[in-house]
């Protein structure tokens, strides 16, 4: 079971604001995700990241960035926040040594932007 | 494209009422499909992953089977407890081994 940490769990803020999502994992997980979830909706990936200094967008096109400067921390920019971005984002982590590896996520970040 | 139909939408049972959620998938090849529970607010929770037709797996009151097609979810005398989002995802064997393709879930209630 992984363990995966991710603040804040709940956020308001107003149009063009710069917000940070935190993502951190326990386990030594060389491969995170993030992921956005709107109501009722499926899960789509918006970024991933294979390991230290590398960064991928996933197949839904998002304004935000991603960073991944230590195994643990992947954590998720929005340089200036617009009603459309309102969504739940989800990160999550794999072992990533099998292809078939369970991917394990956190509890969500619920992002509001008014 | 790869696909992911979960069916039904929604479930409603009452206590003990033994049912079955459906996964039908498309994929060009199938490297793992999996299970998650989501409860409301919440992320998903891992549940089975199964990487071939004939699989079958257990937990609790839940079992998961695959077919070339398709996958079930089977519910044994549910409780209250087990109402939430039940969501299918299959990793495909083309392409980039990241990728899951997630299912739109289905709302299980379970009434007392």
């Known amino acids: 079971e992984a363990d995966i940490y991710q603040t804040p769990r709940y956020l308001v803020i107003g149009t063009g604001k710069k917000i940070t999502l935190e993502c951190s994992q326990t386990?030594?997980?060389?491969?995170m995700y993030w992921y956005q979830q709107d109501p009722g909706m499926e899960l789509h990936l918006i970024h991933y990241s294979y390991g230290v200094n590398s960064t991928e967008k996933g197949d839904l096109s998002s304004e935000s960035t991603v960073s991944r400067i230590r195994t643990e921390h992947f954590p998720l920019t929005l340089e200036s926040a617009r009603p459309s971005h309102t969504s739940q984002y989800l990160c999550?982590?794999?072992?990533?040594?099998?292809?078939?590896?369970?991917?394990?996520f956190g509890e969500g970040s619920w992002l509001t932007v008014v | 494209e790869d696909q992911v139909t979960q069916s039904p939408e929604a479930l409603r049972l009452q206590e003990g009422e033994s049912s079955s959620l459906n996964c039908s998938y498309t994929?060009?090849?199938?490297?793992?499909l999996f299970w998650y529970r989501q409860d409301p607010g919440k992320g998903p929770e891992f549940l089975f992953t199964?990487?071939?037709a004939g699989e079958e797996k257990e937990k609790e009151r839940l079992k998961a089977t695959l077919t070339k097609k398709e996958s079930f979810l089977h519910i044994t005398a549910p409780k209250p407890e087990d109402s939430a989002t039940y969501l299918c995802a299959v990793r495909p064997s083309g392409g980039s081994n990241y990728k899951l393709t997630f299912g739109k879930g289905t709302l299980l209630t379970v009434n007392p």
């Open positions: 199964l990487y071939s």
């Open positions: 994929v060009s090849g199938l490297r793992g």
């Open positions: 386990m030594g997980h060389d491969k």
């Open positions: 999550a982590s794999s072992e990533g040594k099998h292809s078939g590896n369970t991917i394990y």
